[in-house]
């Protein structure tokens, strides 16, 4: 008996922590970046580039209990990318997530990315420092759709 209780623990253990996922499908998004380091607010209200909102169609799958981003887009032709989250901060339905993406052109450069995504206000935030070109950029998403599964 004790075995079977412990195996139904396990299992439902293991069932609630197999899949942490966050989903997050964006169809319109806009670019704005500001030459040096500030913090979002001040690139979103006096950016140096404002380049617009965009019909985009992209997914982003961040899974939680694997630690990993997945980015694909099928407005870009079907390009995509799994990069390692290597920090994650909740704070109430705010999720802060930290990675490391690489250049397009040259995949030694590194980019340090900080997203943020609100699961209640349906919000998401998609910000980088170019350290190369001294701009911190963010990618306001203004039309998605969120899904979660295996979060508690």
Avoid at 32 to 38: D, L, P, Q, S, V
Avoid at 109 to 138: C, E, G, H
Wanted: glycine share 6%; aromatic share 10%.
């Amino acid at each position: 008996m004790k075995k079977l209780l412990l195996l139904s623990v396990s299992l439902l253990i293991a069932a609630v922590s197999i899949s942490q996922k966050i989903k997050v499908t964006v169809t319109e998004a806009q670019i704005f970046n500001k030459f040096g380091t500030h913090d979002n607010d001040q690139v979103i209200e006096s950016p140096d580039e404002d380049r617009g909102k965009k019909t985009i169609d992209c997914d982003y799958v961040f899974d939680l209990q694997e630690m990993t981003s997945t980015f694909y887009s099928r407005s870009l032709g079907g390009i995509g990318n799994t990069l390692p989250i290597h920090n994650v901060t909740k704070k109430g339905t705010l999720y802060i997530l930290e990675i490391a993406d690489y250049g397009r052109i040259d995949d030694s450069f590194q980019y340090p990315v900080k997203i943020y995504i609100d699961v209640d206000a349906k919000t998401m935030l998609y910000t980088w420092y170019d350290q190369y070109l001294d701009r911190s950029f963010i990618s306001k998403c203004h039309k998605l759709n969120i899904s979660i599964s295996g979060m508690q």
